[in-house]
């Protein structure tokens, strides 16, 4: 166990939906990360935040987007739901930095989104 | 777009056999990590390697990093069938962005 929760396990969406998928970090990691993993495929970089601001992005449209809370949990959200859409969505922390361990990166358990 | 390839994409041992996967990497890094996942489910980090390091060793994995060649290998010695998962390695430029390769299926066997 990480201690990187994901809410929810599963979800089936219609196309053209918006979704929200939620991340609770490990206590003490203020970094988050997303992460879409298509099946059979690596995952992809989406985005990260730091202290509550966007701070890299992946090759993704506007249409995915994030939040970071004050108290470090985050959510991704998607709007005009496609196809292509459907994947395990990964979200990952990392300690704050200056701590031992701060390049290691601990995923949650993912959530399974499905466009139908 | 991934940021190499891993080799093979496939790979099925008997229990006690040893593992070897492959991973190259296109870019400068400042570290390799590799993972686990089981099932589709979450990553596991199994292990971080630095680019000024060129081996590292954890438990029955090992793992060696060749820079100039941009290439990695992790064995996992004295394989068992709860070894069975997809291992992933991932390039970190220190700007939070990892880089995953497709992935090595394993599979052992009892």
């Known amino acids: 166990e990480t201690g990187v929760t994901q809410s929810p396990t599963h979800l089936i969406k219609t196309r053209g939906q918006q979704v929200t998928l939620r991340c609770s970090s490990q206590?003490?990691?203020?970094?988050v990360s997303w992460y879409q993993q298509a099946l059979g495929q690596g995952p992809q970089f989406i985005f990260q935040?730091?202290?509550?601001?966007?701070?890299g992005r992946g090759n993704f449209p506007p249409r995915f987007s994030g939040l970071q809370f004050p108290n470090y949990s985050s959510e991704l959200n998607v709007n005009a739901l496609e196809l292509d859409d459907s994947a395990l969505y990964l979200c990952?922390?990392?300690?704050?930095?200056?701590?031992?361990?701060?390049?290691?990166?601990?995923f949650g358990p993912g959530t399974r989104l499905t466009v139908l | 777009s991934q940021q190499g390839e891993e080799d093979p994409q496939a790979l099925s041992i008997q229990e006690g056999e040893n593992a070897t996967m492959n991973c190259s990497y296109k870019?400068?890094?400042?570290?390799l990590q590799w993972y686990r996942q089981n099932s589709g489910r979450g990553l596991v980090h199994l292990i971080l390697?630095?680019?000024?390091?060129r081996e590292k060793h954890s438990g029955r994995l090992r793992v060696t990093l060749d820079t100039s060649k941009k290439s990695s290998s992790l064995l996992i010695t004295a394989s068992r069938a709860a070894d069975t998962a997809s291992y992933f390695c991932?390039?970190?430029?220190?700007?939070?962005?990892?880089?995953f390769g497709q992935g090595t299926e394993l599979s052992v066997k009892p």
């Open positions: 990952a922390s990392r300690p704050t930095p200056g701590l031992a361990g701060e390049d290691e990166q601990f």
């Open positions: 390697i630095r680019s000024n390091e």
């Open positions: 206590s003490g990691h203020n970094t």
């Open positions: 870019t400068s890094i400042n570290n």
């Open positions: 935040y730091y202290r509550e601001e966007e701070n």
């Open positions: 991932a390039t970190d430029d220190l700007r939070g962005k990892l880089i």
